[in-house]
């Protein structure tokens, strides 16, 4: 047996216990935020450690982004698992029921999906997250992160091991593969007597390939090109702000835009004041010939250009004729992650929100709101950019199954 067969299995066992907690679930996941907090110079030794490893090996801007803990980043974790503590449990929760003409009384209720698997990247805060998210409902967790995060993921995992342990349940309700080579990654993908489902959060390469391999069933999150309409309609100053916020707050993250669309009728106004807020960031702009004409600083776009996820400060940026043609832009490029109309046209914005196909699509709103802490769902496992189980940021009603319960008095068919 393999060291991950046999964390499955030590999963599967844990999972039985699990499915029957009640108050010890919110009892755990407290305790795994007063550890958090308490264990915080812990915790940042350890990230330190991954930082400078990364640094050493030439990682980007966007992943050291992506990867570096701070106080206030360890504070956002625990009270994301505090909101989590605090939400409604789902399990045994009635989505419908009623009686049959024959008597049977049907009713379909939530239940844990089993045992999740998740493969991420450099980001350690998805390891209290994940974690925190699958343990409310009633899931346990084998998590396996990336060889840049691997001290910090190990560090957090120790501590909300003792603090779930602490709260009478198993500590292996969440478990940390040990190797990050790509070997575990591939053997994840055919843990299928183990595993229930495998979530992939990561980079467009990580998902592609584990959406393409696994024989595990996969719900699929993360890729995230994201984009700004800015219509005929819009008030040019709005749209700045809200192309700034989009794309700078935090360029490594999935949210972020890559590419704007302007109409023809305003560009001439907007792109100049659009670009004089970006360049508070140097933000590089990557535009067509029509863009390229009223913004001498911009470098011309290529094809590449309007399918890139950069992950940085950089932007494709692109003149078109109508909303018409801004919608088939995005239903050419986008990856289904979010998408923005910044308007004050009603009838064009009921006509994008109807006719844009992503999980989150916003009318003179950041895409940066794509959040499950912002959804007020305190965290979450991922943003889900596929259609089956759940779309958008998956929280604890999205990490649950059904089945039906059936009560009759001896009728028979």
């Given at each position: ?67 570096t803990l701070n106080h206030d ?207 508070e960031k140097n933000v590089v ?129």
């Amino acid at each position: 047996m393999t060291a991950l067969e046999q964390m499955g299995q030590q999963a599967k066992i844990a999972a039985r216990k699990l499915a029957f907690a009640e108050h010890e679930k919110n009892q755990a996941l407290l305790a795994i935020a007063q550890a958090l907090r308490e264990q915080e110079a812990n915790i940042l030794a350890a990230n330190e450690q991954d930082l400078q490893e990364a640094k050493n090996n030439g990682m980007n801007k966007a992943m050291l982004d992506r990867l570096t803990l701070n106080h206030d980043r360890i504070e956002g974790m625990a009270k994301g698992v505090e909101q989590i503590a605090g939400q409604k449990d789902p399990i045994g929760t009635i989505v419908e029921g009623g009686r049959l003409e024959n008597g049977l009384r049907i009713q379909q209720v939530r239940v844990p999906l089993g045992v999740i698997g998740i493969i991420y990247e450099a980001r350690p805060n998805v390891t209290a997250d994940a974690a925190a998210l699958c343990l409310k409902a009633g899931n346990v967790v084998i998590l396996r992160g990336g060889k840049e995060a691997f001290h910090s993921n190990q560090c957090i995992t120790n501590v909300m091991r003792y603090a779930i342990a602490s709260a009478g349940l198993p500590a292996d309700c969440v478990q940390l593969v040990q190797d990050t080579s790509r070997e575990s990654a591939k053997e994840m993908m055919g843990l299928t007597g183990y595993l229930d489902v495998l979530i992939p959060r990561g980079g467009a390469g990580l998902i592609r390939s584990v959406v393409e391999n696994s024989r595990v069933p996969v719900i699929q999150t993360g890729a995230g090109n994201c984009h700004v309409y800015v219509d005929q309609f819009a008030k040019v100053d709005m749209a700045a702000d809200i192309i700034f916020n989009a794309k700078t707050s935090r360029p490594s993250v999935c949210n972020t835009i890559e590419t704007i669309l302007v109409h023809e009728a305003i560009a001439d106004q907007a792109l100049p004041v659009i670009a004089e807020k970006l360049k508070e960031k140097n933000v590089v702009l990557h535009g067509c010939e029509r863009t390229c004409a009223i913004l001498p600083e911009a470098v011309l776009a290529t094809e590449a250009d309007w399918e890139t996820e950069y992950l940085d400060y950089q932007l494709a940026v692109r003149v078109v004729d109508s909303i018409g043609e801004a919608m088939d832009h995005i239903a050419q490029y986008s990856t289904g992650h979010s998408e923005c109309i910044v308007t004050e046209n009603y009838q064009n914005a009921m006509l994008f929100t109807a006719q844009v196909d992503s999980a989150a699509v916003y009318v003179n709103a950041s895409t940066r709101f794509t959040d499950g802490g912002e959804f007020g769902m305190g965290a979450e496992i991922g943003i889900s950019t596929q259609k089956l189980h759940a779309r958008g940021p998956m929280g604890v009603d999205q990490l649950t199954s059904t089945k039906f319960i059936i009560q009759g008095n001896g009728q028979i068919r």
